[in-house]
């Protein structure tokens, strides 16, 4: 784990806020010349804490009206099967997060679709990955909080 100075914590609020700033604007804000801030935003993504810089789009305004989250149980927990599934989910794109979970839900998908109509056809390329036992999902009537920033 890399240690971070109050200057690196500042940098990664900043750039999770808007990754699009210049370095002179990010070094102007926290106090430093720009060469060492292109140096430790160099060093941080390195060392694989600023993972990957993107652009936010608006699901609204791409026609993406409807979040849900789908619970899946299995039977099934051996590695060949769990290779299979995964495989098979990254490659649905409605997908934006899917994670192994503990207690009765083994899996939790969140995606994205234009309408809830849409579910049944994303449903049937869900059950053709792989066998599971229980597949239900609500969505999400408001999202009262939705953000990428990580609290640092």
Do not use: C
Not at 6 to 23: A, C, E, F, G, P
Not at 51 to 61: G, M, S, T
Not at 124 to 134: H, T
């Amino acid at each position: 784990m890399v240690a971070l100075d109050d200057h690196d914590v500042k940098l990664l609020r900043l750039l999770q806020d808007d990754s699009d700033r210049t370095v002179q604007e990010l070094a102007d804000a926290v106090g430093l010349s720009a060469t060492p801030v292109a140096r430790r935003i160099r060093r941080l993504e390195e060392a694989g804490i600023i993972r990957k810089r993107v652009a936010l789009l608006e699901p609204d305004a791409l026609g993406l009206k409807a979040t849900l989250f789908i619970f899946v149980r299995t039977n099934r927990h051996d590695a060949e099967w769990l290779s299979a599934f995964s495989r098979g989910v990254e490659r649905l794109p409605e997908v934006l997060e899917f994670y192994r979970m503990s207690g009765d839900v083994d899996y939790l998908i969140k995606i994205v679709l234009p309408e809830i109509a849409a579910y049944d056809a994303f449903y049937k390329k869900l059950i053709a990955i792989a066998p599971l036992s229980d597949v239900s999902a609500s969505f999400a009537m408001e999202a009262i909080k939705n953000t990428t920033e990580l609290p640092v």
